[in-house]
């Protein structure tokens, strides 16, 4: 059993950042690739961003490059998003996911999920 535990969200005004943790915990050598999702109201989980088990590849939906950044720390067993510039459309639940292969983007290959942290911003 994984279980991942995310933190960081809130409210924030447009152009501002937040940081977004997750922390694994449990049979965390099961766990290779990490992603980030997101779900607004009345739309569908979407892939922000994933990062190999080493951080040395890394995945971002088109909405987020250049303006988000996913991190890891083993040591610690937590992966990081950084996000700067943020828009009204960022508005979401952000999940954090992981998975024994290797990057991905589609939610259905995550095997692992976190309960979601509400990320909000003001225009």
């Known amino acids: 059993q994984v279980r991942l535990v995310e933190s960081g969200g809130g409210l924030v005004q447009a152009g501002g950042s937040l940081r977004l943790s997750c922390v694994a915990s449990g049979r965390t050598f099961a766990v290779n690739d990490m992603g980030w999702f997101r779900q607004a109201p009345g739309k569908e989980r979407e892939f922000v961003a994933s990062i190999s088990w080493n951080g040395a590849s890394t995945s971002y939906a088109d909405s987020v490059k250049g303006r988000f950044t996913i991190s890891r720390d083993n040591a610690k067993n937590t992966v990081y998003l950084q996000m700067n510039s943020l828009k009204a459309q960022d508005t979401a639940v952000y999940y954090c996911?992981?998975?024994?292969?290797?990057?991905?983007?589609?939610?259905?290959?995550?095997?692992?999920w976190g309960l979601g942290t509400q990320v909000t911003v003001s225009s």
């Open positions: 996911a992981g998975r024994g292969g290797g990057i991905a983007t589609m939610s259905r290959l995550y095997e692992y």
